[in-house]
């Protein structure tokens, strides 16, 4: 246990700058108290003890603003940096080496059973504000860039930004991609050109009737 616990905050000594002090990342990182509390409550959740893990994920979350549910797994040395906003629902599965900054939320699509959050693989990172939703998977060494939503897989070694995600770096190399809405769906735009034609229906009906009421 204590070799866990020098583990999460060596961690901490890695990724942020700002760290100073062994006492001072104990008693004031969130992120490691929001693990810590975790693991507590995952012990009793793997043992049936439904209600007790969720009390306690519950306390955590009051305050730590860190919402883990206690179903979650989640591998060795996750740093969760400034995390007010993270939210980890019950069926994900983080892997090691793993860093999600604040607001982000690895949530489903809606009320499917089953798997039906995401799967992080080693080494991945997820920047500020980004959702991944769904029973997708992260793959290793990659990255979501803040505030994307991503739906899909993601393959290993890439870099995924926009809304909806999209892949622009794979294996360190540009990704080309024909920006199109059947490769990357845009609703809002759909919406704005579907609303377009209409009004321009209107307008050219508006001007028959003109024409008629002249006649």
Sequence with gaps: MWGRIREDV??????????????????????????????IAHFFFERGMFFVARV????????TGIEIHPGA????????????????GETCEIGDNVTIFQGVTLGGTGKEKGKRHPTLEDNVLIASGAKVLGSI???????????SVVLKDVPANSTVVGIPGRVVVQDGVRV???????????????RCNMLERQIGELREELEELKTRSIR
């Design 73 to 88: 797994r989640i591998g060795r040395r996750f740093f969760i940096d400034h995390g007010m906003g993270v939210v980890i």
């Design 10 to 39: 060596e961690v901490v000594f890695e990724q942020d700058p700002a760290a100073r002090t062994f006492f001072e990342v104990v008693l004031t990182y969130s992120g490691i108290h929001a693990i810590w509390a975790h693991r």
């Design 176 to 190: 080309k991609r024909d920006l199109d809405h059947q490769n990357m769906p845009d609703p809002v735009a759909d």
């Design 56 to 63: 306690i994920s519950q306390i955590s979350r009051f305050f």
């Design 137 to 147: 998977t992260i793959g290793e060494n990659s990255k979501v860039g803040a505030g």
